[in-house]
């Protein structure tokens, strides 16, 4: 399977909280990330984990850890249509990142 | 401060053309990253350095591609001759040392070969 692995695609509606979900297989990594990407942007960083903590919380966001599953999820509370974009999940690698496919969050109001 | 750069934004050529693109990352940022995103797919490492050192090399396709970082701040990444399956988003990225790896991404350069 793949090192990262991400669901392609939520839908959800505006005020409702989205829950994107991630896998991975090395747990060697001390970091773990959330990227969003806008129509031809770059990627944003939006927060990211270290490998020592099971919750990161930061504004509208939440990052629960599930190191023995190997399991991270990332929270948008209230999510706005603003929020609809790609989201990566990356964990790294040495000093590089190893990115999943990435889930694409459809937000109607 | 100011974000990476990147230039150009867009670019279409023939395969087996030459191509070239250009990176400017965050002032003081001593890590530089190239990596290729494919459409419907995650970014994917090509090379990486540390000031004008080659880190890692290990994913690019040394017959075609080719990068540098000469005096340690903006970076080139070339192709030649290109192949249909170049046809991506070449994203620049830089992270300062010792600050929990965190990457700033440019907007990349998409390359459409024909």
């Known amino acids: 399977g793949e090192d990262v692995e991400q669901s392609l695609f939520l839908s959800v509606r505006e005020g409702d909280s989205s829950v994107i979900n991630c896998t991975y297989t090395?747990?060697?990594?001390?970091?773990l990330y959330w990227y969003k990407q806008e129509p031809g942007a770059g990627l944003q960083l939006l927060t990211y984990?270290?490998?020592?903590?099971d919750m990161k919380q930061d504004q509208r966001l939440t990052v629960l850890l599930n190191k023995k599953d190997k399991h991270l999820s990332l929270r948008i509370a209230d999510t706005q249509t603003g929020d609809s974009a790609i989201y990566f999940c990356?964990?790294?690698?040495?000093?590089?990142?190893?990115f999943g496919k990435g889930t694409t969050l459809s937000v109607s109001s | 401060e100011a974000g990476v750069a990147q230039s150009p934004r867009y670019k279409i050529i023939e395969k087996r053309q030459s191509v070239a693109f250009w990176c400017n990352p965050i002032?003081?940022?001593?890590?530089l990253y190239w990596y290729q995103q494919i459409l419907g797919q995650g970014p994917k490492l090509l090379i990486q350095?540390?000031?004008?050192?080659?880190?890692?090399d290990s994913q690019l396709p040394k017959d075609r591609f080719s990068a540098e970082r000469l005096k340690g701040v903006d970076s080139t990444l070339k192709i030649q001759p290109a192949k249909l399956e170049d046809s991506a988003v070449y994203l620049c990225?830089?992270?300062?040392?010792?600050?929990?790896?965190?990457?700033?991404f440019g907007p990349g350069t998409r390359l459409t070969v024909t």
């Open positions: 990225a830089s992270s300062p040392v010792g600050q929990g790896y965190e990457q700033y």
């Open positions: 090395d747990s060697s990594s001390t970091y």
């Open positions: 984990i270290f490998s020592n903590m």
């Open positions: 990356a964990r790294q690698s040495g000093t590089a990142l190893i």
């Open positions: 002032s003081g940022h001593a890590t």
């Open positions: 350095f540390q000031n004008n050192g080659v880190v890692d």
